[in-house]
Each structure stands twice: as C-alpha cells, then as structure tokens.
C-alpha cells in the first residue's frame, strides 16, 4: 500500500513520521504492523533507524557551526527524508534489504 503522510519539517523527528503510517493506512495488516525503521528502496535498502532526529534535512538559518555541533550530538545516521520521496516502511523481524527485495 501507498500511504503519503504530512508533517512539519522543521520539527518532525523520524519516530513521529513512523507514528503518521498506521493512521494513514487504509489496509487494517499495515496498520497494525510494528514498524521499527523506514528505507530507500535503490540501492542495498539502507535503515533509518534514528527515531530521535529531524525526519527532514530542513536547512534553516543555523550557522554552519551551530549545525555541526548538532550533528556531532546525534551521531547517528539522520534520515534526511526529501519532499515526495518514497520509502518502505521497515517491520519488527525484517531488514530494510529484506524490503527491497520483496
């Protein structure tokens, strides 16, 4: 299923968007899916994992040291996801390779 979801970029973290997918779906087995993860679907189906950072690579008016000193704090991959990007949602028990491979 294809669910498009909405949310405010400049404060939306990825666990928020995760929170978006169930109530967007209209199949009652995605809607009750434990997701953990979404994915790109090229390439090797690269995880985002990181619940806690901006969904979005919204640049703002941050200097450039203010953004690599948040960046050094969430050390973690930062799902940068870009406006009208498709992804796959990543269930609990499946990789994000796994995904794409379906």
Known sequence: ELVAVEYAAKTATLRLVLSLIPQAATESNL???PIYALCRPCGQGTELTNLDALASNFSSRRS???M???NQNQNKQQ???KHGEILLAVPNGYSGQACVRM
Do not use: G, H, Y
């Open 79 to 81: 799902p940068r996801i």
């Open 64 to 66: 450039s040291v203010q």
């Open 68 to 70: 690599q000193r948040q």
């Open 31 to 33: 809607a009750n899916l």
